[in-house]
Each structure stands twice: as structure tokens, then as C-alpha cells.
Nanobody, 123 residues
Framework: QVQLVESGGGLVQAGGSLRLSCAAS????????MGWFRQAPGKEREFVAA????????YYADSVKGRFTISRDNGKNTLYLQMNSLKPEDTAVYYC????????????????WGQGTQVTVSS
């Protein structure tokens, strides 16, 4: 079992930055790959970024590439998402998730989910 708790969401103006955190407990954090997803009102949950167990591999959705950076600190059992140059279309509830796969970009491949944190970007 892995328990995940996101934090760091909030209201920010377009062009601004936020850093999301995801604190993990339970199963050894370094034994799972991690990902960030988001869900806007009326839309399906979509992939944002993923990172492998040792941070060697990272994947990003095209919509956030060059603006968002995923990272993890296995010593602190924490996953991060640095979000820069935010746009109104980035407004969503952001979720962190854990998977036993080496790395994954599909919702169905993730085993554990956090409760989400709201990010709102005003124009």
C-alpha cells in the first residue's frame, strides 16, 4: 500500500509559477514510479508527467513540455511538480499517482492515487 497526499495548489495569475508536492507513505517510495495527472471540469483525467524510480527517465505531455518539471526525492518520500509559465488552460485538479511499472503514462497503469489539489490560473 502507498498513501499519497498532494499539496501546493492554489490561485495564480497567468505566467506565474507553482510547485506541487506529493508526500508518500507506506510501501518504500523508491520502489514505485510516480506520475502527475490532472482533471479539468467536464473533462477526463489526463496525463501530465511521469518519473521512474531512480529519476533516470521522465515523460511529459506535449502541453506542458518545457514549462513543467517532475522530480522526486526518495530520501524525503516526496514527489514534486514545478509548474512555470502557467496558462488558464492548466486550471485543474492535480493528482499524484504511484505505479509498480517502470514508468507509465496511462491512468489504468497506476495503482495508487492521492486526493488531488486544485490549481487555478487566472487570465
Amino acid at each position: 500500500q502507498v498513501q499519497l497526499v498532494e499539496s501546493g495548489g492554489g490561485l495564480v495569475q497567468a505566467g506565474g509559477s507553482l510547485r506541487l508536492s506529493c508526500a508518500a507513505s507506506g510501501r518504500t517510495f523508491s520502489s514505485v514510479a510516480m506520475g502527475w495527472f490532472r482533471q479539468a471540469p467536464g473533462k477526463e483525467r489526463e496525463f501530465v508527467a511521469a518519473i521512474s524510480r531512480s529519476s533516470v527517465d521522465t515523460y511529459y505531455a506535449d502541453s506542458v513540455k518545457g514549462r513543467f518539471t517532475i522530480s522526486r526525492d526518495n530520501g524525503k518520500n516526496t514527489l514534486y511538480l514545478q509548474m512555470n509559465s502557467l496558462k488558464p488552460e492548466d486550471t485543474a485538479v492535480y493528482y499524484c499517482a504511484a505505479t509498480y511499472r517502470a514508468i507509465a503514462t496511462q491512468n489504468r497503469d497506476y495503482n495508487y492515487w492521492g486526493q488531488g489539489t486544485q490549481v487555478t490560473v487566472s487570465s
